[in-house]
């Protein structure tokens, strides 16, 4: 059914759901409602909003009483292990749900959140894997659905992020950022390239390198991942937070007709992409044809190149015009899902282990 009005949002998690406060003055949105256990946190983002002008907000420090109150959908964006739980208690409450990512924490939470979405089609939801609406990502998969690349032979991807060690020692031992084996944290890389491709991983086989960087993190700091396709295409994936390598992404995509990736020289931000491509002959030799690619869309602001408050709206209108979500249930778990496997396999010793399509 269309919504006639603006949708009521409702933020939990203030953190990384302070995104939200970019669609404020939006026309078919507002953020009646915010949510944080932290005290501090919630006062913080409660006065950005108020300097923004919005007045008449609900604050929270119990997610199930802001469940209570009259929004129409709720942005998750709690920590990570939180994910699952705090989804299926926004559906249960009749409330639309956007829901950060990995949208699971373990195996067993796939089918739960699968089940869950299923029992309520009057409601929507979304993945929000917002590296997916960076302008490169979208031109590559506009250009791999033209046909550019033929058939993809090999993708590849790497999110680096080594935080400081003493930057990670102030997080006590329950933090998700303490404990998180990095491989698990896959979907800023492998979600970009599926959504680009139109394919799942059904196999995979992962190595944790032993080297510590950052002594105050437990659990494996670095992991690479390689896994084969539903398409049979092969995705290496290169989670390094244990290195010392700063912040970025890499991307790559090879194909039978043509070849592009990320200029590793440069943050992901300013960098071009270069290609050869058959339909360009004179790109076959010499150096690679250069593409005026970045993250960002002409005019965008915001977040990672305009690409949150974009995933943000795409939500918004879905409720609004009652249509899908561009990342659904479906497209979320086969983003997760993926390096849960991952990591298993690097545990037993980099067997190769088949991920199964949950229905």
């Given at each position: ?242 290195a010392y390598v700063g912040f970025d992404h890499n991307f790559a995509l090879y194909g039978t007709k043509g070849m592009i990736l990320t200029d590793k020289t440069k943050p992901l931000s300013t960098a071009h992409s270069f290609a050869r491509l ?38 918004i209108r879905c409720i609004i015009e009652d249509t899908d979500p561009p990342l659904d249930v479906d497209d979320g778990i086969r983003m997760s899902l993926p390096g849960i496997i991952a990591n298993e396999s690097a545990l037993r010793g980099g ?9």
């Amino acid at each position: 059914m269309k919504l006639d009005r603006p949708v009521k949002l409702g933020v939990v998690g203030l953190r990384r759901g302070n995104i939200a406060a970019s669609v404020v003055g939006d026309d078919n949105v507002t953020v009646r409602a915010i949510c944080d256990k932290d005290p501090e946190v919630l006062a913080e983002k409660r006065q950005g909003y108020i300097d923004r002008g919005v007045t008449d907000q609900l604050c929270f420090a119990d997610y199930e009483e802001m469940l209570a109150s009259d929004i129409d959908a709720v942005y998750v964006a709690t920590d990570k292990p939180l994910h699952t739980k705090h989804v299926i208690m926004a559906l249960n409450a009749g409330k639309h749900v956007i829901s950060e990512i990995p949208t699971i924490e373990t195996f067993e939470e796939a089918k739960i959140l699968r089940d869950a979405v299923r029992a309520h089609p009057e409601l929507k939801y979304m993945a929000a894997e917002n590296c997916c609406y960076w302008a490169f990502i979208e031109t590559w998969k506009k250009m791999h659905e033209d046909g550019e690349f033929g058939d993809i032979v090999y993708a590849e991807a790497e999110y680096l992020h080594s935080t400081k060690p003493e930057e990670l020692k102030p997080y006590t031992t329950e933090h998700w950022r303490k404990y998180n084996p990095a491989i698990t944290y896959i979907t800023h890389s492998l979600g970009p390239l599926l959504y680009i491709m139109n394919d799942r991983c059904v196999s995979v086989s992962c190595v944790a390198p032993d080297a510590v960087y950052n002594p105050y993190k437990e659990g494996a700091q670095n992991g690479v991942a390689l896994f084969r396709t539903a398409k049979g295409a092969a995705i290496r994936i290169f989670i390094g937070f244990g290195a010392y390598v700063g912040f970025d992404h890499n991307f790559a995509l090879y194909g039978t007709k043509g070849m592009i990736l990320t200029d590793k020289t440069k943050p992901l931000s300013t960098a071009h992409s270069f290609a050869r491509l058959s339909s360009r002959p004179d790109s076959f030799e010499g150096e690679l044809m250069e593409l005026p690619l970045g993250t960002s869309t002409t005019g965008a602001t915001g977040g990672h190149g305009g690409a949150d408050v974009k995933m943000l709206r795409d939500f918004i209108r879905c409720i609004i015009e009652d249509t899908d979500p561009p990342l659904d249930v479906d497209d979320g778990i086969r983003m997760s899902l993926p390096g849960i496997i991952a990591n298993e396999s690097a545990l037993r010793g980099g067997v190769t282990l088949e991920i199964p399509e949950i229905l």
